[in-house]
Structure formats: C-alpha cells, structure tokens
C-alpha cells in the first residue's frame, strides 16, 4: 500500500510520515488493533497512505483519474491526486488535521439518519441544543454530530418518527461546533501549505462546486474539518461535468450507496466501482481492479495489457488432418470429455463401474417432462423414478431375466423448475439399495434424498391371477385426462397416452394405452413412463364420482413391488385391480401386457395419496389425540431467568448488521404485502397480525388510533412486486433470498387466517439464513451467560441439515452436551452423529 509514496520518493517513503511517531508502512505489516483505529491520530494518516497506495498501484495498471472528489478526510488523498498538494504537503496536512482532530475526542457522537435535510430540521430543533448536519451523503442520507445526550435523544425521536436512525461508533462530532477549539491551533500548522495548478479539476465536498487551485490553502483544509461534507452536490456536480465512472478509492467500499442514489436522484446513468474489499482473495488485486475499471468505460490505452487497436488476420488454409488422441484407459479412469449414458433418466455413469449415476433435467432440455404437472408444477412422475430404478438393476444384474424393484418409497416430489436445470444422483449399492437424491444445478448444497428403493434379480415373474371384466362401460381417455386437469394433475401431450378405459361394475378396471407422437419413442426405456403413468391414469376413472375434492389430487407415494421382464415389449394394456382404502389412502394391484396380450411386468400394492393443493389445507386434515399425562415436578429455582440481556443481544446484533440500499428497499417490500393482508378484517387476531401492523406503522402507513391500528390511507407504498424486481435487477446476488420471499408471500394470508402453511427455511446459500442466523446465535449466547448456575441448561434445535448453526453454538463456548438436534432425513441424521459425536441426534 505504499507503492505512492515510493514512487514519489525513491528514499524511505515511510519516513514522509516522521511526525506520525511511527513508520505506517511498519504499522500496515504488524497489523493495528480496533482500538488504535478508534483514534483519528492513527486512522487518518494510515488510511490516507492506504488511498495513496492504491492510486499508485493503479496508476501502474494505466488507470489514472480525469476527475477527483472526496468525503471529509478522503479530500486530502483526492487533493494529492489531483496534483493541487506535493506529497510532502499532503502528509503534513494530514498528520496535523489527524491530531488537531484527534484532541476532540470524547466531545460527542454522531448518527446516520435517513432523511432529507428538510425532514430533519423540526427534530434537530426539538432534540438540541448543539445538533448540527455534519454530512449530506445522499437524497435521504445524513450524518448529524453533537453531544451525546442530544444525539440519544434525535435516535429516539427519529425511530418515533419512522425514520432510520443508526447511532455511529464514533467518540467524536466531526463537522460540527466541536471543532472550534482547534482552529486556531490547525491554521498555525497549515500556514505554510501552498496549492499547485493540478493536473485534473477536484470538486470540493465542501463548497459542491470545482474547486480552484488558489483556494486550497489553510482556510480551505479548516472548512473541511469544520464545515458540513456536501458530498451529495459534489457527486451531482462531477456528473454534470460528464463522469459517468466513479470508482471509490479506500480499504473497503463505504460511500457506493450514497453514490448510486444520488446519480438515481439526477437520472445519470454512471458506473459505481469499489477499489478494495475486505473479501477479496489473497494475491494482487490490483490488475483485476484495473480490468473492471476499462470493462466499465476507463481509457484502456495506458494499461498494459493494451497493445494497440486489434487487426483481424485471416487463419492459414491449411487443412486439419483431424484424429482423435485419447489417453490409454485403466479401470480407475472416469471419462470426463465423453461420459457413458447408461439410460436417458438414469444419466451419466460416475466412474468405471455402475453403481452412481448423475442426470441433468430441465423443462427446456427434456420438454417431454414438462407435461406432467402437479398444481401448476412440473414434477418427475412415480414411473419416471421406477424406470431409472429397474434401469439400475439391469445395469447391476445384467443376465437376469427378470428384475425386481421393491419398497419404492417417494419421500418428497421432485419439481423441475421452468428456468432452471436440476442435478439428479442415481446410486445403487451392492446389497440392492436405490437413492434418488436432488439439488439444484450448480448448486454447492447438499443433496435432498427424494426417493428409496430397493431391487433384486428374479428368474421368472410371480404367478398372476386370473382377470375377468364381464360387462364393462367405457370411459374415454379424454373424460379421465379432464377430470385430472380440474384435480390439479394437467397432462400436456407427452402423457396422453390413456386412450380408454373399461371398466367392470365391481370396480375392476383395463386400461388402453399408446405412445404419443409428443413422447420420446421407446429406445432405452425398459417401461415407458408415458406410458407406466397412463396405466396409472387409468385408476381416475374409478374415482369419477367418488366426491374427489376441486382442490385435490391422488399422486402416488409408494410402489410395494414391481417386477418387470428384461425382454418384453411396450406396454399397450393396463389391467387395474383395486385394492384396500382408507379416508385418504387406497391401493391398487396393476398387470401390465404388450400388443400380444404378453405380461410385461406387475405392480402389486400401489399406494395412493390425496393430497391438497397449497394454500388449501384445511384443520380437519390433521386429528391429534392428547392423552394427560403426570408432569414432572418443577426445579427449585433460586431466581428467574433474565431475557433482558437477551433481547438487547438480539438487537444489537441486528443493528449491527450493514444497512444497504437492498435491505431497506426490502422493508419497503414488506409493508407494501402487509397492507392488502390487514385489509382483510376476517383473518383472527394474531401475534402475526400484530407483526405485521408494527412493520407498517414503521413505514408510516399505520398508527394506534383509540387503541387500535388504523390504516393512514394517504401514504401510499409502491406495489410489492415493483420493489421486488428492482431488487432483484440492482442485486442479483440476492436470488434465493428473494425467491423464499417471493414463497412467503404466496403463504401470508393462508398464515394470518391460521390455516397450515408450509414454512421452508431460508435458502442455505442466501444471505437470510446467514444473517437469522448470526441474530439468533447472540440472542442464544446470551441466554446461556446469564443463565442461573443451579438451574441445567438445554439448547434444541429443530432442523439442523448440515449442523452450520450447531458448529456456530460450540464455537460461541456452549458445551457441546448441553445441544441436541432434531433432524428427520435418515442419512443428515448420521452425518451429524458423525461430526458432532458428543451432541444427542434426535431423528
């Protein structure tokens, strides 16, 4: 970071700063502590050889500033770049400005405030004396600085106010009436400071305006100390002089959000660089700076990289005497450039042996698949996940004639997203276990187990019973595909292969079926799952009239056993068999022949599911039994547990979180889907409901009124959807976040009317559960220091997956037998076990 000053003067470039006490190149090297940053005799200066620093580096790279502006101290570094202060004078400026400040310390606070200077001006008149604006950052961004108990009381009034308020932790009144009693002191040591003409034009944060080189003298560095930053009218300025790339100079990017909302403000489009970041990866980051800095529109002709305008050349014609080279193949080699598909939904084999496969599937790749949907969803139908089942145990047993596939339990429903691929993994073990096991693609999550089988070899197929339909009537095909469409299962081309169905009077049923044109043809397949699911289909036309609710739907959970022949032909008839029924289960044995009346394979107990849509679930589903049982007798307590220390944790912790320009367009997305939700006066009252009125008293469109909450209809709030999208179009990053969002609000009024609702938990790789989970960790610590020494202490966590949130509790000092966890998914659960051996695993 000292690469300025060096190149500046070739002798010791630490030694600019001699009046430090202290080298900062020495001090950069050995590392300082957060304590010795808090004072601005030491922060100043090292920040300022940082900034020069990184101007130097750049200046290597070929990237040099047409234009330079700074916020407060950062004018000193702008001033030094744009060649209106020799180096020398720079470090006396600062050195002097840094110390002169420096002995202010302990005289006041400061606080960020999200308002207008105009909306500010009542509250800093009620809560004074001695408030003073030390910095207008953006539109709606201030900096206030006066005393300490005056700053306290603006926090309180603003955040009565709705407006966001963020005490800064900061022991000094920059910019304000604090500063006086250093005026004198500060111009003494500046008397000597001459400006130069410069090399580009700075615009002062001081004045808003183009500063000119006779007017940086000692009374211009004493308004910087003095004087409110106008940073605002100092971006606006430099945009209307034609920057349209501002790229912050500094050890971290704390001045973009002010940045982009000011050009917001003057409709000018312009890009918003950061130089360095606290999470960049080890090595030079400076040619990669210099590479963001052309591809957002700096000159390229100085870097290095650049060796003039590119001429296009025409290849050789030379003709290829193309062959293939492939290196020799072991029994340990994978192939990676050409890897063996073993079955169009089985995939792609993983190593030499079967036994682990991998496939890709999505909407667009297979649109096939995309014509099965469950309530507007496209999902992997039962036959598909029984065809890759048979089609692994044809690849483990490859002379059996006969293969068997039992105990196909399907744990959750495999949903193929419209805009996304989906990685499937096949595995198969030597004791004729099955897992189909998904994430999505590209994703480092770990894999959600979907569906467990278990398959065999078989000489022959069992015997079957006889089976007689006598007087039958028909259905067509068409009426049973139209009574699932209106059940929530819509079959698009690729899955109307039921043509009609025959049925007996007692309930006995033959299915008719043929391949669509719409439906790959059967090379690969051993059962086809077009046609396996319209077998399936056939079991609808012994439901029409049965009283199937509007908003349900039978999908099948478990297949018992099916056997099927290696050899056999496509599937052309289904004879269905009803079997045992309950309230919301029912089974059914299937025989399923070829064109020739040939058995191709059998199901025996197929089981059945109604199911609900979404959103639909009603109490009535869900029937508990209480049995009273004796309680244990309470511990003898010394005392109560105190959660005082514990919600100031919570708190803290959350505030301390950076507020950026996504997190409070957020908010503003949350009290917009609050208020149709409270419009609805039949929902009952709620911890929820009264959520959801504090959350938009906060955003100004509520108040208690009487005691009860009024809806202010003159503060509208943008449409939800809005704040949405340009979230998602300025922080793409945040995808996830704002997809379980988007699910969240698709569930709000099912959750305030208390009817059951799915709740999924943040997105593993998002931001949400990184930051829940940080808040959640202070609250629990907390709790766990001021928990009474005579009382023991147990912590349980529901749903721990890969046991991030139990490693954080550990880690915090909390005894690892004092936790325990719950997690229903068999194989999490022994992951866990295994990493966290001294923790109770509840499954």
Same mark, same amino acid.
């Given at each position: 970071m000292l690469r300025a000053i060096a190149a500046e003067d070739k002798g010791d470039a630490a030694g600019k700063c001699h009046r430090l006490g202290v080298s900062p190149a020495a001090l950069i090297k050995a590392g300082v502590t957060e304590e010795e940053l808090a004072g601005t005799d030491l922060a100043q200066p090292l920040l300022f050889t940082v900034q020069m620093g990184i101007l130097a580096a750049l200046r290597e790279q070929g990237i040099t500033p047409d234009l330079v502006l700074g916020h407060s101290v950062g004018e000193v570094a702008a001033a030094a770049a744009a060649g209106l202060l020799s180096l020398d004078q720079a470090v006396a400026l600062i050195v002097a400005r840094s110390r002169h400040q420096h002995a202010t310390r302990g005289n006041g606070r400061m606080a960020a405030i999200g308002a207008s200077p105009e909306a500010i001006a009542p509250l800093l008149e009620s809560c004074g004396p001695g408030l003073e604006i030390a910095a207008i950052n953006a539109p709606a961004a201030l900096t206030i600085a006066g005393p300490a108990p005056a700053i306290a009381r603006l926090c309180q009034a603003a955040e009565a106010a709705r407006l966001v308020a963020i005490p800064l932790d900061l022991?000094?009144?920059?910019?304000?009436?604090?500063?006086?009693?250093?005026?004198?002191?500060?111009?003494?040591?500046?008397?000597?400071?001459?400006?130069?003409?410069? /090399?580009?034009?700075?615009?002062?944060?001081?004045?808003?305006?183009?500063?000119?080189?006779?007017?940086?003298?000692?009374?211009?560095?004493?308004?910087?100390?003095?004087?409110?930053?106008?940073?605002?009218?100092?971006?606006?300025?430099?945009?209307?002089?034609?920057?349209?790339?501002?790229?912050?100079?500094?050890?971290?990017?704390?001045?973009?959000?002010?940045?982009?909302? /000011?050009?917001?403000?003057?409709?000018?489009?312009?890009?918003?660089?950061?130089?360095?970041?606290?999470?960049?990866?080890?090595?030079?980051?400076?040619?990669?700076?210099?590479?963001?800095?052309?591809?957002?529109?700096?000159?390229?002709?100085?870097?290095?990289?650049?060796?003039?305008?590119?001429? @296009?050349?025409?290849? =050789? @014609? /030379?003709?290829?005497?193309?062959?293939?080279?492939?290196?020799? @193949?072991?029994?340990?080699?994978?192939?990676?450039?050409?890897?063996?598909?073993?079955?169009?939904?089985?995939?792609?084999?993983r190593g030499a042996a079967p036994g682990l496969w991998t496939q890709w599937l999505d909407?667009?790749?297979?649109?096939?698949?995309?014509?099965?949907?469950?309530?507007?969803?496209?999902?992997?139908?039962?036959?598909?996940?029984?065809?890759?089942?048979?089609?692994?145990?044809?690849?483990?047993?490859?002379?059996?004639?006969?293969?068997?596939?039992?105990?196909?339990?399907?744990?959750? =429903?495999v949903t193929l997203a419209k805009d996304g691929a989906l990685e499937l993994r096949f595995s198969a073990d030597g004791e004729g276990g099955f897992a189909l096991a998904t994430r999505p693609r590209l994703a480092e999550d770990d894999f959600t187990l979907c569906a467990r089988a278990r398959f065999a070899p078989l000489p022959r197929l069992p015997a079957s019973s006889g089976f007689a339909l006598g007087k039958t009537r028909e259905v067509p095909g068409a009426e049973v595909i139209g009574f699932a469409a209106r059940h929530g299962l819509d079959y698009g081309p690729a899955f109307q292969s039921l043509q009609k169905v025959d049925i007996a009077g007692a309930g006995a049923a033959r299915a008719w079926l043929s391949l669509p044109a719409a439906a790959p043809d059967h090379a690969g397949f051993m059962l086809h799952p077009a046609l396996l699911d319209g077998a399936l289909q056939g079991l609808f036309a012994l439901l029409l009239g049965q009283g199937l609710g509007t908003e349900e739907a039978i999908i099948p959970i478990r297949i018992g056993r099916l056997c099927a022949r290696r050899d056999a032909g496509a599937i052309a008839t289904a004879e269905i068999t009803p079997g045992r029924r309950g309230a919301r289960l029912f089974a059914a044995n299937l025989t399923l022949r070829d064109a020739a009346g040939a058995i191709v394979a059998m199901i025996e107990d197929i089981w059945f599911q109604r199911v609900t849509r979404p959103g639909q679930e009603k109490l009535a589903h869900r029937s508990f039994r209480l049995d009273p049982v004796p309680s244990l007798p309470l511990v003898a307590t010394s005392a109560p547990v105190d959660l005082a220390p514990v919600m100031t944790a919570i708190r803290q912790a959350d505030r301390a979180k950076p507020l950026t320009e996504?997190?409070?367009?957020?908010?503003?997305?949350?009290?917009?889907?609050?208020?149709?939700?409270?419009?609805?006066?039949?929902?009952?009252?709620?911890?929820?409901?009264?959520?959801?009125?504090?959350?938009?008293?906060?955003?100004?469109?509520?108040?208690?009124?009487?005691?009860?909450?009024?809806?202010?209809?003159?503060?509208?709030?943008?449409?939800?959807?809005?704040?949405?999208?340009?979230?998602?179009?300025?922080?793409?990053?945040?995808?996830?976040?704002?997809?379980?969002?988007?699910?969240?609000?698709?569930?709000?009024?099912?959750?305030?009317?208390?009817?059951?609702?799915?709740?999924?938990?943040?997105?593993a790789q998002g931001g949400a559960k990184q930051a829940l989970a940080a808040t959640l960790l202070a609250g629990v610590s907390a709790l766990a220091a001021a928990w009474p020494a005579d009382r023991p202490l147990r912590i349980l966590e529901l749903g721990a997956g890969t046991g991030a949130i139990t490693k954080s509790l550990i880690k915090a000092g909390i005894s690892p037998e004092r936790i325990a966890v719950v997690e229903i998914v068999p194989e999490m659960a022994d992951h866990l076990r295994t990493k966290f051996p001294k923790t109770t695993v509840l499954q």
């Open positions: 022991d000094y009144a920059f910019h304000s009436a604090a500063m006086e009693p250093v005026r004198a002191g500060l111009l003494q040591d500046l008397s000597g400071l001459i400006s130069a003409p410069g /090399t580009c034009p700075m615009i002062s944060s001081v004045t808003g305006k183009e500063l000119p080189s006779a007017e940086t003298g000692a009374d211009y560095w004493w308004r910087n100390l003095r004087e409110p930053v106008r940073f605002q009218a100092a971006v606006a300025e430099a945009a209307r002089q034609g920057a349209r790339l501002f790229l912050e100079i500094g050890p971290a990017p704390v001045l973009q959000n002010y940045l982009r909302e /000011t050009l917001r403000a003057e409709a000018v489009e312009a890009a918003v660089l950061a130089s360095l970041k606290r999470q960049d990866p080890p090595g030079d980051p400076f040619p990669a700076m210099a590479d963001r800095a052309i591809a957002a529109g700096a000159d390229p002709r100085a870097a290095r990289a650049f060796q003039g305008v590119a001429e @296009r050349a025409a290849l =050789p @014609r /030379t003709p290829f005497a193309r062959r293939p080279i492939w290196f020799p @193949r072991t029994v340990e080699s994978a192939r990676q450039t050409d890897p063996v598909q073993d079955h169009p939904l089985l995939g792609f084999r909407c667009l790749a297979q649109p096939w698949l995309g014509d099965h949907m469950l309530f507007g969803d496209a999902v992997l139908p039962a036959a598909a996940m029984a065809e890759a089942a048979l089609a692994a145990a044809a690849l483990i047993h490859p002379d059996a004639p006969v293969l068997e596939v039992s105990d196909l339990a399907i744990l959750r =429903p996504a997190a409070l367009l957020l908010e503003a997305h949350l009290a917009a889907l609050a208020l149709p939700a409270l419009r609805d006066t039949t929902a009952p009252t709620s911890p929820y409901r009264a959520a959801l009125w504090r959350i938009l008293a906060a955003a100004g469109a509520a108040e208690l009124v009487g005691g009860a909450w009024q809806i202010i209809e003159d503060q509208p709030l943008p449409p939800a959807e809005a704040i949405w999208r340009e979230v998602l179009a300025e922080q793409p990053e945040l995808a996830l976040d704002l997809a379980w969002l988007a699910r969240a609000a698709e569930e709000l009024g099912a959750a305030l009317k208390g009817e059951p609702v799915s709740a999924p938990p943040p997105p």
